[in-house]
């Protein structure tokens, strides 16, 4: 349903009053999962940088303890990249929750019952 002009006019007021506040800028930023995704790849970027580093210096200098050191410390920035693990349990929103699968449970398993959801749809 298309708004009506007075509240297209009010949506754009309301809109133009919040881009101008800084404090409400930094709390939406804070939220947005693609401020830190891009915060994580800075960081993983700066890890493999090191560590590249790290590599080529070990093996100018023919220190062996040296260029493995920069190979893990490469290796490590795949794990800054992961995406931090949630706290808590997702919630259902749309009433009965679904039978929950344990993290246990074999790849059949969990296949099995993406199927039976499917054909419930």
């Known amino acids: 349903?298309?708004?009506?002009?007075?509240?297209?006019?009010?949506?754009e007021?309301?809109?133009?009053?919040?881009?101008?506040d800084p404090k409400f800028a930094s709390a939406v930023r804070a939220?947005?999962?693609?401020h830190h995704a891009k915060r994580r790849y800075l960081v993983a970027g700066a890890i493999v940088l090191?560590?590249?580093?790290?590599?080529?210096?070990?093996?100018?200098?023919r220190t062996i303890p040296l260029g493995?050191?920069?190979?893990v410390v490469m290796f490590a920035a795949l794990f800054v990249l992961r995406p931090p693990r949630r706290k808590g349990r997702l919630r259902s929103v749309g009433g009965s929750a679904?039978?929950?699968?344990?993290?246990?449970?074999?790849l059949a398993d969990r296949l099995e019952e993406r199927w039976r959801k499917r054909g419930l749809r």
């Open 50 to 61: 090191t560590g590249l580093a790290l590599l080529v210096l070990g093996a100018v200098n």
């Open 1 to 11: 349903m298309p708004l009506s002009e007075h509240e297209q006019r009010l949506f």
């Open 31 to 34: 939220t947005d999962p693609r």
């Open 13 to 20: 007021e309301i809109e133009r009053s919040l881009a101008d």
């Open 98 to 106: 679904s039978r929950r699968v344990s993290k246990r449970g074999s």
């Open 68 to 71: 493995v050191a920069g190979a």
